[in-house]
């Protein structure tokens, strides 16, 4: 299929059992397929999971006319719990894809079939999201669960207590990227002036400068995450997600504020049971911070060091707790940065970049910057140098943010 193998070209039979037993979930009620193929997939699904429903999505019906041609798919075909669906003779219904996004429907997407789809395909981008996050949670699912059950057990603020209590002031998010390098001397001239959010990573960096953030936030439940913290000295506000690494959260000597996030089953049952807000993720902990902020009612946000590309065939600013890396690798995607030069991105950073470009569309009240000039640039958030947000600030009031959020978790 536009010249890439769908299946393995020794054994397909045993290569799709081996992925489809990766996928099965029982709690799963519903199992959504994507690219019917030879129908493989499909057949091994319905004799593991007999009792269960099965969607089966295929972009193009020339595979399914192709695949009855070759194979016997009357068992497919006939099956009760089975429905086809192809894109190419209508859009799904939005019954449908209501029920694909919920929490009882497993999602099957194979890694073959997704690199066959062309570029610029916005099915194909649009389930990159889906398969990059889904990976995510299976490989830290019990990692996750874990961090969960001890996190709740601190009975911290959650974070929708500051939600609407900043409307009208500006905010700032501080994330690694190499661009962090070129604007972090500034930074110290926009305190009090700018809330200031750090993601953890960029804590190190600010340090090393004079820095000190209103607050930081975490969201990886891996353990390396505590040495963004360790020796930071840092006592002020941490947000951290539901399945942040405990060790981190439970280390910290400043007030701690908890966010449940959409998506995580446990995190939406403790949030509805608790009246609480929920927040999106995006699957970044800079996508989550933005969410955040612009739930706390922030009018302007502006992006530093957020270059969601290899500027300066760097992965991070220096000093960053996320290691720097130079980059050379020609398969790497290419992307057009704010200053209309092009820079080489990820799968996965342009994934954030398209969740940030979505977020941004649905936000119209909310003013966007972005500072990296050799950063990719995001659809709707206007390139902005650092000197002249510094000059801005100068007619700003100074606001104690920091006392501010103390004031309200405190209560």
């Known amino acids: 299929m536009n010249g890439n193998y769908l299946y393995s070209c020794y054994d397909p039979i045993k290569d799709v059992e081996r992925f489809m037993d990766s996928q099965i979930e029982e709690e799963a009620e519903i199992y959504c397929l994507f690219g019917f193929g030879l129908g493989y997939h499909v057949q091994y699904l319905l004799r593991k999971e007999r009792h269960k429903r099965v969607i089966m999505i295929e972009p193009y019906a020339s595979v399914i006319c192709k695949a009855a041609e070759c194979m016997d798919l009357s068992f497919i075909f006939s099956h009760p719990n089975v429905e086809i669906f192809c894109l190419e003779q209508g859009s799904l219904p939005i019954e449908l894809w209501n029920e694909i996004a919920n929490g009882r429907t497993r999602t099957v997407i194979s890694n073959a079939w997704l690199k066959a789809l062309p570029q610029g395909d916005k099915l194909k981008s649009l389930l990159e999201d889906i398969k990059i996050r889904d990976m995510s949670f299976q490989r830290f699912s019990l990692l996750m669960e874990k961090n969960f059950k001890n996190n709740v057990k601190c ?26 390098d070129d604007s972090v001397h500034s930074l110290k001239k926009l305190k009090g002036k700018y809330f200031m959010l750090s993601v953890g990573s960029a804590l190190r960096v600010l340090k090393a400068n004079g820095v000190v953030p209103d607050a930081v936030i975490i969201t990886d439940p891996q353990e390396f995450v505590r040495k963004q913290l360790d020796n930071m000295e840092f006592v002020g506000p941490l947000i951290y997600l539901s399945t942040a690494c405990h060790s981190a959260v439970f280390n910290h000597e400043g007030v701690k504020i908890i966010a449940f996030q959409k998506g995580y089953p446990q995190a ?4 509805e049971k608790g009246d609480v807000s929920l927040v999106d993720t995006g699957g970044s902990v800079a996508t989550t911070a933005l969410d955040i902020l612009i739930k706390m009612g922030f009018s302007e946000i502006v992006l530093v060091g957020q270059d969601l590309a290899y500027s300066k065939g760097k992965s991070h600013a220096l000093q960053s707790t996320s290691g720097v890396s130079v980059v050379s690798d020609e398969s790497l995607l290419s992307a057009i940065a704010n200053d209309g030069t092009i820079v080489k991105t990820t799968t996965i950073l342009a994934v954030y970049k398209r969740w940030f470009e979505r977020k941004v569309s649905e936000t119209k009240h909310v003013i966007f910057k972005n500072t990296a000039e050799q950063g990719a640039a995001i659809e709707g958030i206007s390139f902005v140098h650092i000197s002249d947000i510094v000059a801005e600030a100068e007619s700003c009031l100074e606001y104690d943010f920091c006392k501010k959020i103390m004031e309200i978790v405190q209560v």
Do not use: H, M, T
């Open 155 to 180: 009975a911290d603020e959650n974070v929708s207590r500051l939600f609407s209590k900043f409307n009208g002031q500006k905010a700032i998010l501080v994330s690694a990227g190499p661009s962090l």
């Open 268 to 271: 939406e049952c403790y949030a």
